[in-house]
């Protein structure tokens, strides 16, 4: 018994609590939270949902260790080194995203400039541009619509021809609870969408009424969709 405890501790089922080790974190954001963190100089880091940071310096730079989930970093002449996986990103002077979820790290530069380095590899992004960190590698920079990445940032989700599995999974970053998807049918439906972050509470209804899917609440705020 105190075994599986301390298995739940550290594996909640369908991630419904913070695990331990989720705890320990310099600084973390919970379930539909965004916290601002203000670091040395003028630069700063805003935490997006389900984020976890610890801080500290590496001599002139600020050094940010970017645990789980996404961050939008911000500087103006303060040298920020920021580690999600086996990546580092530089900047001195821009704005940056970086996410890191589900084993891959991608990492858009919004204004400036920002260096990317896996392994040997390194690679100098500018505005709108995006690299995405893997077990393979770094792929080549890619053009992005900034305002798509940074929705989170107005209040907003939006999805451009992205199955419905992939928006269910961006969904259940930012609500309470679980929704699971049953069906394979509507799991590849393809989604033109954009949610106010402020109505996903009501997110399944949604899904329903879009795709004619049958809803089932079951306690601890998990719903299955069929």
């Not at 080790?21 to 919970?30: I, N, P, Q, W």
């Not at 890191?100 to 505005?127: F, M, N």
């Not at 999805?159 to 999974?169: R, S, Y």
């Amino acid at each position: 018994m105190a075994a599986c405890g301390a298995w739940l501790a550290f594996k909640p089922p369908l991630g419904l609590w913070p695990a331990v080790d989720e705890l320990t974190a310099d600084v973390r954001s919970g379930t539909g939270e965004q916290r601002r963190v203000a670091l040395a100089g003028d630069a700063s880091v805003q935490l997006n949902t389900q984020t976890r940071i610890n801080l500290s310096r590496s001599g002139p730079a600020q050094q940010i260790d970017l645990l789980a989930g996404e961050v939008e970093l911000l500087t103006s002449g303060q040298l920020v080194s920021l580690t999600a996986g086996a990546g580092r990103v530089s900047a001195t002077s821009g704005c940056v995203n970086v996410r890191y979820t589900d084993g891959l790290v991608r990492v858009t530069c919004l204004e400036g400039s920002a260096r990317v380095a896996l392994r040997k590899d390194s690679i100098e992004l500018t505005a709108a541009q995006q690299v995405v960190l893997g077990a393979g590698g770094a792929s080549g920079p890619q053009r992005v619509d900034p305002d798509q990445v940074t929705a989170w940032r107005r209040g907003v989700l939006e999805f451009n021809n992205v199955p419905l599995a992939q928006v269910v999974d961006e969904i259940n970053r930012y609500r309470p609870g679980r929704i699971v998807l049953v069906s394979d049918r509507l799991a590849g439906s393809l989604v033109q969408a954009r949610f106010s972050l402020d109505q996903l509470a009501d997110a399944a209804q949604l899904i329903r009424d879009a795709y004619g899917a049958q809803v089932t609440s079951l306690p601890g705020g998990i719903v299955l969709l069929s």
